[in-house]
Structures are given as C-alpha cells and as structure tokens.
C-alpha cells in the first residue's frame, strides 16, 4: 500500500479562460495531519474537489490512498470529508441526515448516535437541521465526515463559526484522529489553530503551490523578527529613521516596529535609539509565527 | 443502488412531504368522484361534448368503479411532476449533492436510484388515488341507485388494471420530465414553474392557435398515455411521442448529471 494519503503532481483545473489550480505538486503522508492554508481563491477548495471527484481535473494526475482521483468509487468509501461548509436537508432533524449518508454508504444506524454524542449534538439530534445554529450545523458536517471510520479525513475551514471552545474541540478531535492512524487533510483560516496541530504544511498562492513540507521546515527557515517599542508612541517614526540609517526595513504594527532580522540589531538599535533621545520600553526577538510567515508569503509583491 | 434507494426513500418519508401530498391527493380524488355523482343524470339530461357528466346508466357499466380515478391523469402527473423536480433539483439548492457524491461517486448509480425511489413514491400516491376514488365511488353508488353489479366482473378488474397501469406510466412520464428540468435548471422554482406553465397553458394556447401541432405536444402525448388514448392521440402514438420527448430531456439530463462540474 502506497506510503502517502494524498499525492498529486502538477494538477490543474482551468475554467474558461480563469486558471483555478496551476500545476500543483505536493504529497501528503500517511497517518499525518496536513494542514492547507491560502487566501480566499487561491484554489484550496477546487483542489479538494478534484481529491473528492466532484470536479473532473484540467490536467495532471494525483492519488488519494494510493488510488487515482479520476476513480473516486475506488477510495471514497475509506474517506471522509467536509467541504464548504456543511450542507444538509433542512427540514429534516441532524440525526435523519446523517442516516440519510449512513444508508448511501452502507454505514451502520448505530454509528449515527455515536458521532453525535461526540461531536456534541447529542441532545439536539432529534432537532431540524433549520434551527441549528452555525457551530451546531458545522459540528453536524464533521459527524458526517467521521461516518465511514475514514483512513483519510478532509476538512474544510471545520473551526468556521465555532466558538473558542468548540475550536478547542475539533483540534482535540482531530490531534485523537491522528494518534489512531487517520491522515487528516485540513484548510482552515485560523492559522494558529493549523501550526499547533499540523505536521505538514501545503500553502497555495493565486493557484500555485508556494510550499509544502514540514512545517517545521517552513518555519525554521524563516527570518527572526525583532519587535522594539517606543517609550512614547511621538517616537515612532523617529525609530523607523533609526532602523533605516542602521540599514533595515521596518513595519509599524500596533504602536511597534518590526524588523525582519534576528536578535544581533538589539544592542545595536538601543544604543542608537539612546543616542537619538529615544527611550525603548520594549526590545525582542522571535521566530516569526505561521501567521506571519503566511503574510509573508502570499502578500502581493 | 439498493443504498441510494434507501436513503432516497428516507428523505421522502418525512412528514411534511407525505402528509400534505397524500392529502391533495385524497383531496382531489374526494372532489373528483364527488362532483362525478353531483352531476349524474339519465343518459338523456347530458350534453354532447360534456365528458365529465356522467349518467346512472353509464355509471352502471364495467368501469363505472373506477371512472373517476381515470380523470385524474394530469393532477397526479402533475404532483409527480413537482416532486421529482423539487427531489432532483434540491439537492443543488441545498448543495447536499456534493454530500451524496462523495458517499455515493457513481453519478449513474446515484441518478438511477434516486428515479426507482421517487417512482416508488409515486406508484405509492397512484394507487391511493385509486383506492380513494373506488371507495368514494362505492360510498356514493347507494345514493346514486347505480347498480354495481359490473363493478366487479372480470372485465372492470381487466379494466382497472389497464388503466391503473396507464396512468402510473403517464405519471412516471410527467415526473421524468420534472426531473430532467430539476437536473437541466438546478431550480426547484424554475423547473416546476416553467413545467406548469407549459402543460396547464402555453399547450392549451399552442393547440388553439395551430391545431396541427397538438400531435406533437408532450402533454397531450403524456395525456394519452395515462388515459389509454384520445381523440388527439391514440395510444401507441401517445407512447412513442413521450418515449422521443423523455429520450431527449432525459438525455440531457443524464449527460449533464454525469459530467457537469459540482462546483457549488
């Protein structure tokens, strides 16, 4: 059996005259969980249907499983996914959705209750999915990706409309997921969320692929940044001056500067700051965040 | 495809679909049959052309039991109509068919089993139509002092059984034609809207202006294959004009069904 969950090589997905997806390559390894970051419309989700079948590929071939994504009948029964955000019947309660996919799929009645004990829906199964509220429909799509016991799980933005807690939740969740073996495939907007639990990382940009690795990997190759604040906020523009006659850029953000550079400017910049009547209440330097580095990456040149 | 029938069917049980559609069918037929027996004179009070008049003496033959369940072709079409497009054309509106993809990935399966479940459905409502408005009739022939005794010879089951399974391949022809618009326009409105139009009016103008054309209509072709044949149409051309007129919508359909991007 193949050793990746997912591997596409220079996939592609044209409508029209708009190119989608470009000749995307990357793989995703089995028992992993793969974070998918982007800005809006950078392809993420016409990437994820292509790895469903939803959409039929312009160009370029991939695997899920080990199986070819142009045959989804072949793997689909080992996947689960959420994509979208979750769509169901509304008229018809959580519980009756999910039995409606459980037949489809030939999954067992008894799994139904079980998910929606675990994801939180217990005592509103019996409710209209009409009244749920966003948190409740989006807990009730990750049942829905759990029924099949998946070896794969694809999510799509799963955290949208939790709350901290439920955000909480789904991480712990999808951290359970991983210990017992499931790949997980996940894009979502909440970045901190992905580095705390994302082994690998796929970064799409206007249709490309800008990275895709460890995240480690991405994040250690970064540059340092080193954030120093003016005693008085009048000062600002005086120690952007400052850092630009030591030979540095720097961003102003929240009252601070940043400079792209590691902790040898700090004594540096103080003494020069000193000697410009400038007094610093805050000096320091860090690894930029996931955050960060995909500001970084994907801001327009 | 036994799953996809399972699931089809489940969503279709819900109350608010079964309850309110077999209660305009009942409600239909009880009107039907009763202003059938309402009406009913001798043979000599009814006027020429007035086909829903219907005298004692003419109720009193073989298919008197069951006249009334044979005029109800294009309202139990039409019903079928409605809920084969909404079936089909919701799961775009909903955005559930990308759900029932990835659990189902075969498009012809998932297709297939979702026409056997809303046949069922209809073949379902059909025979309530006609278990209604045989009991209705049976109720009222009393008052009528309509003499029932033909009502039950081997003819008028010979009969009942034709027209029974006329009107349920009618009825399948008229929700084949709801889904096919349900899958090409992606809108319940639209797909029941424009349906209705074309059957309950822009047929009946098309027919009055150019009488030639209404050989060629599908819902006098539909028509007579529910009520076995008409002036306009005979039956077998009834049979093949919808079997041309399904081929082609359904065809689309398929063809769209199978390979158009679901995007949304």
């Known amino acids: 059996m193949s050793q990746l969950a997912i591997s596409v090589s220079d996939l592609t997905k044209i409508y029209g005259e ?19 970051v982007g800005p809006n419309g950078s392809g993420k989700t016409t990437t994820i249907r292509m790895l469903l079948g939803l959409i039929t590929p312009t160009g370029g071939s991939g695997t899920v499983l080990g199986e070819d994504i142009r045959s989804p009948e072949k793997y689909l029964s080992k996947v689960g996914a959420m994509i979208e955000g979750p769509a169901f019947y509304p008229m018809l309660s959580g519980r009756e959705n999910l039995k409606v996919l459980a037949d489809l799929g030939g999954f067992p009645h008894e799994r139904v209750d079980l998910l929606l004990e675990k994801v939180g829906l217990g005592e509103r199964g019996s409710s209209k999915f009409k009244t749920y509220s966003l948190g409740m429909k989006q807990r009730l799509g990750i049942a829905a990706a759990l029924l099949p016991e998946p070896q794969l799980l694809i999510l799509d933005e799963p955290t949208n409309g939790l709350d901290p807690n439920g955000i909480q939740e789904i991480r712990e969740l999808i951290k359970e997921l991983a210990e017992n073996g499931t790949s997980v495939f996940v894009s979502s907007h909440i970045l901190s969320e992905l580095e705390m639990i994302s ?20 994040l250690g190759n970064q ?79 | 495809m036994l799953n996809v029938v399972k699931a089809e069917l489940r969503k279709m049980k819900r109350p608010s679909l079964t309850l309110v559609t077999f209660a305009i ?31 004692v003496e003419s109720m009193s033959r073989f298919d008197g039991g069951y006249y009334s369940f044979t005029l109800m072709g294009l309202f139990i079409g039409l019903i079928a109509l409605t809920i084969f497009a ?97 899958i090409i326009l992606k809108s319940p409105m639209s797909a029941i809207s424009i349906s209705l139009l074309w059957f309950m ?25 529910s009520t076995g044949g008409g002036t306009v149409f005979s039956y077998q051309r009834g049979l093949i004009v919808s079997a041309a007129y399904l081929l082609l919508f359904g065809g689309i359909a398929t063809l769209l069904f199978k390979r158009r991007d679901v995007a949304s």
């Open chain 2, 25 to 55: 069918v009942a409600a239909l037929s009880t009107l039907f049959t009763s202003l059938i027996f309402l009406r009913l004179g001798s043979a000599s009070d009814r006027p020429r052309g007035r086909e829903m008049m219907q005298s």
């Open chain 1, 223 to 301: 540059k340092p940044i080193t954030s120093a604040k003016p005693e008085y906020q009048v000062d600002l523009n005086k120690l952007v001056m400052i850092v630009k006659e030591l030979g540095y850029q720097a961003r102003v953000e929240n009252g601070a500067i940043y400079i792209p550079v590691g902790a040898e400017i700090g004594a540096v910049l103080n003494r020069a700051a000193f000697e410009a009547g400038v007094t610093l209440s805050s000096i320091s330097t860090q690894q930029p965040t996931l955050e960060e580095t995909f500001f970084e990456m994907t801001e327009e040149n």
């Open chain 2, 201 to 225: 009016v822009l047929e009946n103008i098309l027919s009055a202006i150019l009488s030639s054309s209404a050989k060629w209509l599908p819902g006098n072709a539909l028509s007579a294959v």
């Open chain 2, 86 to 182: 909404s079936q089909s054309s919701n799961e775009y509106t909903y955005g559930t068919l990308r759900n029932l993809l990835v659990r189902q990935p075969s498009r012809m399966k998932l297709l297939a089993g979702k026409f056997f479940a809303m046949t069922a459905f209809v073949i379902l409502l059909t025979t309530s139509a006609a278990i209604v408005n045989i009991a209705l009739s049976y109720g009222e022939s009393g008052h009528a002092h309509i003499d029932t005794k033909l009502w039950l010879s081997s003819k008028a089951f010979t009969g009942f059984f034709t027209a029974y399974g006329n009107m349920i391949l009618g009825t399948i022809g008229y929700g084949l034609v709801g889904m096919s618009l349900g």
């Open chain 1, 199 to 218: 082994e690998y990382l796929v970064m799409l940009r206007k249709g490309k692929v800008i990275f895709s690795g460890r995240t480690q990997d991405l």
């Open chain 1, 18 to 36: 708009q190119t989608a997806l470009s000749h995307a390559t990357f793989e995703v390894p089995l028992g992993s969980v793969c974070g998918f």
